[in-house]
């Protein structure tokens, strides 16, 4: 499978409703090495900035664009992310490929039309972009970065116009692949990966972590099937070792494992401790219990479906990593799929549930334990507002310090620590850390 071809691939499936990073894993297999760069490239550079795309191809569109074929959309979203943002890319050949991609799906018909909308939209993409850039309205912002309007709105009452048009920026930048390692095998895995290569060094700010100039096929990676390798962004390995640091002895519950990356880390960092992890999902359920597998610490690690506020663990835990579910938009950058998917009114639902997960935590925490909370939001309703009401109501939690500190750490306002998405690496993210009293 050539590289284009493997992008609308994928393309259909985040249409279906699933991650993009799930998507490509999959597809990727199949494609040449050589050409899945490519691929990658297409499919985020068309996500990262899907509104100002549409915008830039309704305006040059004769027909109405939810009326063209599934695959004339996709071509021409794909097109214009790739002509406007891929320079390596020749046009010429990106052309080509969409054009043979019509007369696979029996559209050749709209061939015409998109070589007449794509040729407009090359012309008059840098003008119209210009004008966004220079324009002191937040909404054009917002278009030219690919970020929701209401959630561009919404982080402007939050964090000011100033702050708002850098997080604008931020969300929009590629994102890169950083890598959960054993810091006292680093070194070597930095010169694996290299031999391989793939750019690599280690990170200034983690012990265990690699960062790459790469977005990275895992799977392939040396020292992935061996568990000596994870993806794990930097925010995440922030978040997790806070969670380590806050272990003094006991079980430890991960209480919304997902596919179990937090889980894995408390794993092989707390190698005396016995985890449990939670999820509702039973699919990810079995992907968490494949990684401890993979991971080699299917022996300390009890994965169990179901659903958090009525679980009971086996043994009362001393430590609870409360990653709860949330609206992703410090990962706009990374999963930016997910900005198109969510609705401002989802906010409260998010909040709402993120109140009972976190009081569920302090209920079943031991006195003198440790609750670890957090998002990857910056929607300060999923982060400091979940925190300031539990602790409201209930005067046997107390926050205790974040235990690091970074430049690209904030005070949350009042409570925990905001995690700025500054880096290809960083994710933004929120923590917080709860002890109950004994």
């Not at 027909?63 to 695959?71: C, G, I, N, T, Y």
């Not at 272990?247 to 991960?254: E, K, Q, R, T, Y």
């Not at 997910?338 to 998010?350: F, Q």
């Not at 939001?377 to 507002?385: G, Q």
Request: charged share 25%.
């Amino acid at each position: 499978m050539r590289g284009v071809e493997a992008a609308f691939a994928a393309w259909y499936e985040v249409e279906k409703g699933r991650f993009a990073s799930e998507a490509l894993r999959q597809i990727l297999t199949e494609v040449a090495p050589a050409e899945r760069r490519l691929a990658a490239s297409l499919l985020y550079g068309a996500l990262r900035r899907q509104s100002l795309w549409k915008d830039l191809i309704r305006n040059r569109c004769r027909r109405p664009f939810h009326q063209l074929a599934p695959v004339t959309r996709a071509a021409l979203i794909l097109g214009t992310a790739g002509l406007v943002e891929l320079r390596h890319f020749v046009p010429a050949v990106l052309m080509n490929a969409l054009a043979m991609r019509l007369r696979a799906e029996k559209a050749q018909g709209d061939e015409p039309l998109l070589h007449a909308v794509l040729h407009r939209v090359t012309e008059d993409a840098p003008r119209k972009m210009e004008q966004l850039r220079n324009s002191a309205e937040l909404r054009d912002q917002a278009l030219l970065f690919g970020i929701p309007g209401w959630a561009a709105a919404h982080w402007s009452r939050e964090w000011g116009t100033s702050e708002t048009r850098r997080l604008l920026r931020l969300s929009a930048m590629k994102a890169y692949l950083s890598l959960r390692v054993d810091p006292t095998r680093r070194d070597e895995l930095v010169e694996a990966l290299q031999a391989a290569g793939t750019r690599a060094w280690a990170s200034p700010d983690l012990a265990s972590a690699v960062r790459t100039a790469s977005f990275g096929f895992p799977p392939g990676l040396p020292g992935y099937e061996e568990g000596a390798v994870t993806p794990m962004s930097e925010s995440s390995l922030w978040v997790g070792e806070a969670a380590v640091s806050s272990w003094s002895g006991g079980a430890v519950l991960d209480l919304c494992a997902g596919r179990g990356v937090k889980t894995g880390h408390l794993a092989t960092r707390l190698p005396e401790a016995t985890l449990e992890a939670w999820d509702l999902s039973a699919g990810r359920v079995h992907a968490g219990a494949r990684e401890m597998a993979r991971l080699g610490v299917a022996d300390r690690v009890t994965f169990r479906e179901g659903d958090a506020l009525e679980l009971e663990p086996r043994t009362p835990p001393s430590l609870i990593l409360a990653d709860v579910p949330c609206s992703g938009s410090g990962t706009w950058s990374r999963h930016p799929e997910a900005k198109w998917r969510l609705a401002a009114e989802k906010l409260e639902d998010y909040a709402a549930l993120q109140v009972r997960l976190l009081e569920r935590a302090a209920d079943l925490v031991l006195p003198g334990g440790r609750v670890v909370y957090s998002t990857c939001s910056l929607f300060r309703e999923e982060n400091e507002k979940v925190v300031a009401e539990l602790l409201g109501r209930r005067k046997d939690l107390v926050e205790v310090p974040f235990p690091f500190k970074n430049s690209l750490f904030r005070k949350g306002r009042p409570y925990g620590t905001v995690i700025w998405p500054g880096l290809p690496w960083v994710d933004g993210f929120y923590a917080a850390v709860l002890m109950k009293r004994r």
